[in-house]
C-alpha cells in the first residue's frame, strides 16, 4: 500500500529528479521511490553474509581463533 508523505528537498535536486522522470516517462514518486530503495539495500548484508555469520556465532561451540575474534571486535557491526 503507498502512502503520502511530505518532504523538503533541495531545489536544484526536485529539478533534477523531475527531469529525470520526463526523460524516463515515469512518475516522479517512482523514480523516488526507486531511488530511496536501492539506497536503503545498499547497505544490507547478503544471504551469504548473513548465513556465514550465522555458522560463525550459532553452532555451538563457537569455533573462532584469537585472530577473528580481535578481527571482529575492530570491525563495523553493520558492514557483517
Known sequence: MKQKIGTVIEADVLRRAKR???DEGRPLSDL???????????GMPTPAKREAAYRL??????????????????????DL
Open 20 to 22: 529525470r522522470a520526463i
Open 32 to 42: 523516488i521511490q526507486d531511488a530511496l530503495g536501492r539506497y536503503l539495500m545498499a
Open 57 to 78: 556465532f550459532c553452532e555451538q561451540p563457537i569455533r573462532i581463533s584469537h585472530e577473528q575474534l580481535r578481527e571482529i571486535l575492530q570491525a563495523d557491526a553493520w
